[in-house]
């Protein structure tokens, strides 16, 4: 698993887009809490196809990233260790 730590300085909203290359693949994207616990994930949109996945932070989820508390973006590798297959995080952030 690879996570990444981020400190919105507004509140913000997202859609998190996690792609990959290799077809044989199957990665999920998650939004973590401060806690470590789960408050988003896109783990079965691109499962067909080999990705992508993604979720949108408000619509899918009602989820608000508050300005100033940490937060973690997790991808785990549904087979394999995540690290194992080269892949892109693109987040897009939106006003909440």
């Known amino acids: 698993n690879d996570a990444y730590l981020f400190t919105p300085a507004v509140d913000m ?3 998190v887009t996690l792609m990959w290359s290799d077809p044989s693949a199957n990665m999920d994207v998650y939004a973590l809490n401060s806690n470590g616990e789960g408050i988003a994930a896109g783990w079965q949109v691109g499962d067909v196809d080999g990705g992508p996945e993604y979720f949108n932070a408000g619509s ?8 100033g508390q940490d937060y973690m973006i997790s991808v785990q590798a549904w087979t394999g260790s995540a690290g194992d297959k080269p892949y892109t995080i693109e987040i897009e952030w939106l006003s909440p």
């Open 13 to 15: 909203g997202g859609i």
């Open 60 to 67: 899918d989820f009602d989820v608000t990233f508050k300005a």
